[in-house]
Every structure is written in C-alpha cells, then in structure tokens.
C-alpha cells in the first residue's frame, strides 16, 4: 500500500460548482477498517492497519473529486452524555491496539492535509451534526455528505441537501429515505431511539415500545410532548397501545432523558467557513509518516470481527 494518492495535480485545481462537503465518521471508519484488514505493524512494533486503510480511504475521495472535507472523531471515547447516563458507551473493553491508533489516525490525516476535529467532552456524532448544519447554511453549497451508517445521523438529513451516505454499502439516505427506513422524519429521529433505546450508546429505551409502534405513533405526532396521554386519541396501529400509554407516562422523565442521549449538538463551533475544508495538499512531515506506514510489517493471521455493531463500543451495565 502505497500512500501516492496526494499527486501535485491534483493540488491547486479549479473545482468545478457546484460546492459538496464530505463529513467523515473517523471512529467507525477506524473500527470498520480495524477489524476489516490483517494486522500490521510499524519498526516500533506499534499496530498501524486500520490507520493506513482510512487515510488510503479518505486520500482515495479527494482524488476521486471530493474537494471539502472533514473528518470527526473521537479522542476520548467517553463524553458530557456518560454524566447524564451511567450505562452510557465507554472505552472500556475496546482493543487496546484499537484505541492506541485514534491520536496516530489524527496526527496523520491532519499532515495529509485534512481537517479534523478530535473530540472530547463532545462525540464526533456530534461534530458532523454540527458540521453539517453549518455547511448548509452555505449558499454555494449544494450537498452535504455525512459520511456514516450511525443511525443518529439521521436527524441531521435534510430533503437531498443533507443526506446520509454509508459508504461501506454505497447507499444514500435522503429524507424519504429515512422515512422509509424508520417511519419517521428526520426531526423524529431522536424521539425515535428514546423509545426504541439504542444498544450501541448503551440506552434501553422504553419496555414495550418497539420499532413499529414506535414509528407509528411519531409518524403521527412527531414528538413525545405531542402524544395523547389516552391512547384512545392515537387512532394509529399500534399493538397493545394501553400499555405503551402507560409506560411513557410511567417513565417520561426517563423517555426525555433518552431523547437528549439521542439528539446531537449542533452548537460547535467548528469552522467559519467552508473554505476552511478545502483541502490544498500535504503538510511537511507527511511523506515521512506515509514512508513509516508503507513500511508496516502486514500479518497474516485473521482477526476477531465483533459480534455485532452493539459491540463495537463496550459500555457499563445500564443503570436502572
């Protein structure tokens, strides 16, 4: 693998409008690619794999014409939500040689020239949220690509001038994607995974309230405040509605604290201006740090995949 993606024409180009962003999961681009390839080891002995496939990845965008990008991730796995909620995801768990390589992606991605933000009391979730919405306000822009398969992203879409791209499978979400994907608008999304919980971020949601019912009644009123406390208001098919009425009045305190799990900050700061995402080439020190990730020692040996997306953050036993 070599790192000949940053070739000089490509540098100074006139980029042809209209103006796309490319906002970039770094973290489940690290799993993904992390538990995709063979092991790798630089002179120091020091895992370097699923570094080298996300910068080859990214690299590979921008010569396939991407000119804004952007990339979140999350330095510290653990934010401001593990204060709100104690079964909240945390690093704990996560491969050591896994977790090692996060500062190491962002030392090089930033030589290679790309924005990143790394961040801590925030999620990267919450950067591309944040991202994306400045972006939009943009009237050069056209499109924003969240680039990620992470189900809260979707509250950031926005008919197709936010969508949702997984870049693993190709598939891009617009806003009636995400209606037919979940049953809700994009608005409804947080709402959505109060009730349904989400197992990846270590929250439960309310008992009884499934996918179906739960996108039927939010289809209809679109947020918790706005469902009828009677279920007999509902007029939506919703199997055992009596109970599901009960259960979030029962535990409505605990339905809005989900929700605000679930809804992603888009009061970051980040950048002032687009322009600020353009990329322009390498930095000094790149082609040494490229040099020391072409010289990893690849390892044939297989490694453990995950038993599934829930496991790729381990999180503290939720809490009642």
Known sequence: MEFDLLAPSLVGLSWSKPLNVYLIDGTYELFRHYYALPH????????????????????????????????????????????????????????????????????????????????????????????????????????VVICTPDKDLAQCVRGSRIVQLNRRTRVTMDEPGVVQKFGVLPGSIPDYLALVGDAADGYPGLAGWGTKSSAAVLAKFLHLEGIPKDCREWRVNATNASALADTLCREWDRAVLFRRLATLRTDITLFHDVEELRWAGPNPGFDELAARLDAARIESRPRAAPQSKGTRIVRRAAQP
Not at 85 to 102: I, M, N
Not at 105 to 127: I, K, N, R, T, Y
């Open 40 to 143: 790798a080891r630089d002179e120091n002995g020091r895992e370097v794999a699923a570094v080298r496939g996300v910068l080859a990845s990214v690299l590979g965008m921008i010569k396939g014409g991407a000119t804004q990008v952007g990339v979140a991730t999350d330095h510290v796995i653990e934010s401001f939500r593990n204060d709100l909620w104690p079964g909240y995801k945390t690093s704990a768990g996560v491969e050591p040689d896994l977790l090692a390589q996060f500062p190491l992606l962002e030392e090089v991605l930033s030589a290679a020239g790309v924005v990143v933000w790394p961040m801590v009391e925030f999620e990267a979730d919450d950067a591309l949220a944040a991202a994306a919405v400045a972006a939009a306000l943009n009237p050069r822009v056209e499109q």
